[in-house]
Nanobody, 121 residues
Framework: QVQLVESGGGLVQAGGSLRLSCAAS????????MGWYRQAPGKQRDLVAT???????SYRDSMKGRFTISRDNAKNTVYLQMNSLKPEDTAVYYC???????????????WGQGTQVTVSS
């Protein structure tokens, strides 16, 4: 069993900041790429940012300069620092991890349960 648990979401006023965390645990041999995605009601999940095991990052254009993704490989944890939040950032934010399990020895993707981020005017 593999589990991804997000935390750090909440209610914040426009211009405020939040820091999301996601820890992976379970029968994990190796965690490769990790990322953050978000989904507003009635919409598909959209990419926010990704980070490879080597630390290479990628951001959606609308997040560049405001959001920063990072990770702690020793703790299998990925973070998302969100600054200058806007009402349009309101969504459920999901953690994703591409990993290899100990047994069966396979490569697969896992998703967290999501954490709500609400930005008020």
């Amino acid at each position: 069993q593999v589990q991804l648990v997000e935390s750090g979401g909440g209610l914040v006023q426009a211009g405020g900041s939040l820091r999301l965390s996601c820890a992976a645990s379970g029968r994990i041999l190796r965690v490769n790429e990790m990322g953050w995605y978000r989904q507003a009601p009635g919409k598909q999940r959209d990419l926010v940012a990704t980070i490879t095991s080597g630390g290479s990052t990628s951001y959606r254009d609308s997040m560049k300069g405001r959001f920063t993704i990072s990770r702690d490989n020793a703790k299998n944890t990925v973070y998302l620092q969100m600054n200058s939040l806007k009402p349009e950032d309101t969504a459920v934010y999901y953690c994703n991890a591409h990993l290899i399990t100990t047994w069966p020895h396979i490569s697969t993707d896992y998703w967290g349960q999501g954490t709500q981020v609400t930005v008020s005017s």
